[in-house]
C-alpha cells in the first residue's frame, strides 16, 4: 500500500514501509500537524527517523502540535529547477520554528519544519503574499489535500498572532 497524489504537477509516494513518513503524512490528511517524540528523553524531531537524534532510541510516540510559528528561514526562489514549479515563480519555501521546544535541547535550537507560503486556502502564495513574509513572521499550518489519504503541510501567515512590525528580508540586490 502507498500513499500517492500530486503537488504542483510534481508526483509524490510514499510506500507504507516507509512507515514514519507513511504515519506523517496520513495525519496531515487528517488535519493534524504531529511529529515524532521521544520515549526515553521526551524531545521531539522532524523530519520523521527511525531513531531519535539526541538519545538514538528508537521507541517514539506521535505527538499533535499546535500548527504555529515564526519564520526561522526562508528561501525564494525566481528560477524553479523543477518544471513544474516555473509557473509559480516567484515562491518561498519556509523553515519555521514551531511554538514547542524552543530552545532545546540547548541554547538556539529548535523543532523546525519546513513548508511552501501559501493562502489560507492552502493555495500557493502569490507575489503580493511573497514579499509580505520575511524572518519573525507569525504562521500556521494548513493542509492542502495532493491525493486519497495524502495532504501536504503549508504554511500561511497567521492572521490572529501579533506581527513584527516589518519582517526581515534578504535584499533583493
Not at 526515553?40 to 538514538?56: G, I, Q, Y
Request: proline share 7%; charged share 20%.
Amino acid at each position: 500500500m502507498a500513499l500517492q497524489g500530486e503537488y504542483l504537477g510534481m508526483s509524490v509516494r510514499v510506500d507504507a514501509t516507509d512507515q514514519e513518513n507513511f504515519s506523517f503524512f496520513s495525519y496531515c490528511d487528517q488535519r493534524e500537524l504531529r511529529v515524532q517524540q521521544c520515549t526515553s528523553c521526551d524531545l521531539k524531531r522532524f523530519p520523521p527517523t527511525t531513531a531519535c537524534p539526541f538519545c538514538s532510541q528508537p521507541e517514539s510516540t506521535w505527538e499533535c502540535l499546535s500548527g504555529r510559528g515564526t519564520v526561522y528561514s526562508y528561501g525564494e526562489v525566481h528560477h524553479a529547477i523543477q518544471p513544474a514549479f516555473a509557473s509559480h515563480t516567484p515562491y518561498l519555501l519556509l523553515l519555521v520554528e514551531l511554538d514547542e521546544q524552543r530552545n532545546e535541547p540547548h541554547e538556539f535550537d529548535g523543532l523546525r519544519v519546513q513548508g511552501n507560503l501559501a493562502t489560507a486556502e492552502a493555495e500557493l502564495a502569490s507575489p503580493d503574499l511573497v514579499r509580505q513574509v520575511g524572518i519573525g513572521t507569525r504562521v500556521r499550518v494548513v493542509f492542502k489535500d495532493i491525493g486519497p489519504g495524502i495532504a501536504m503541510p503549508l504554511w500561511t501567515i497567521d492572521e490572529q498572532a501579533t506581527q513584527p512590525q516589518s519582517a526581515w528580508r534578504y535584499p533583493l540586490e
